[in-house]
């Protein structure tokens, strides 16, 4: 089973949409999470941290369910330039090196 | 607003060559960290350093090493380059701390072993 696990996608969505990912983590010691945006061919970029309890950052909005050990993105009014892998990320010690990422969820929004 | 700049952007290698991949980080940031991405693999962690002077493997560190002569650079070789190293590799960087400390990356490099 892989540390982190999302779904691949794609997710093809029309502008305006709601659209949500998961992601699964499999070690319960894991403490920091974050959402990265990579565009085709380009370096992750922080999208956002993931908070305990949960966070919105204008259209997007990260949750932490740490009893079922996932973690979830929400993108609202969705915008052609969301078009995006979306990488989970999780750090088994905050403050270390062990960020484990996830393959990433591929999101296409359509006009 | 520099950041973490790797060098070069793109390279092709004949199998056997060698090379060097420089990233440099203008954030007095402690560790540093080279990756590698595949098609439907995500980024597997190569080798990291947690200070200069120090390294460490990663998840797939065979057939690369590396040096952290400089608190901001952080090098990765390639002795003997393998069709199976053709990649895209990132270098990233990070502070230490209690909170969520997050990776900033470079903007990797393109490398295709022939």
């Known amino acids: 089973r892989k540390e982190v696990e999302q779904d691949p996608g794609p997710f093809n969505v029309p502008e305006g949409a709601t659209v949500a990912f998961n992601c699964t983590y499999s070690?319960?010691?894991?403490?920091?999470f974050f959402w990265y945006r990579q565009d085709c061919r380009k370096e992750p970029k922080l999208l956002m941290s993931?908070?305990?309890s949960g966070n919105e950052d204008g259209r997007f909005t990260a949750q932490l369910n740490r009893a079922s050990q996932y973690i979830s993105l929400l993108i609202r009014d969705s915008k052609l330039s969301d078009s995006a892998t979306y990488l989970c990320v999780v750090n088994t010690a905050s403050g270390t090196y062990k960020y484990i990422f996830g393959t990433g969820t591929r999101l296409k929004v359509l006009a | 607003n520099a950041g973490v700049t790797q060098t070069p952007k793109f390279r092709v290698l004949k199998t056997g060559q060698s090379m060097t991949l420089l990233c440099a980080q203008d954030m007095n940031h402690e560790y540093m960290y080279w990756y590698r991405q595949d098609p439907g693999m995500g980024l597997r962690l190569i080798h990291y350093?947690?200070?200069?002077?120090?390294?460490a493997k990663g998840e797939v560190p065979d057939g690369y090493n590396v040096s952290r002569l400089k608190k901001q650079n952080f090098l990765l070789g390639l002795e003997s380059a393998a069709p199976s190293q053709t990649s895209v590799y990132f270098c990233?960087?990070?502070?230490?701390?209690?909170?969520?400390?997050?990776?900033?990356f470079g903007q990797g490099t393109r490398l295709t072993v022939v």
């Open positions: 990233a960087s990070s502070y230490p701390g209690t909170g969520a400390t997050e990776a900033f």
């Open positions: 993931v908070y305990s």
């Open positions: 070690n319960s010691a894991s403490q920091s």
């Open positions: 350093s947690v200070g200069e002077g120090t390294t």
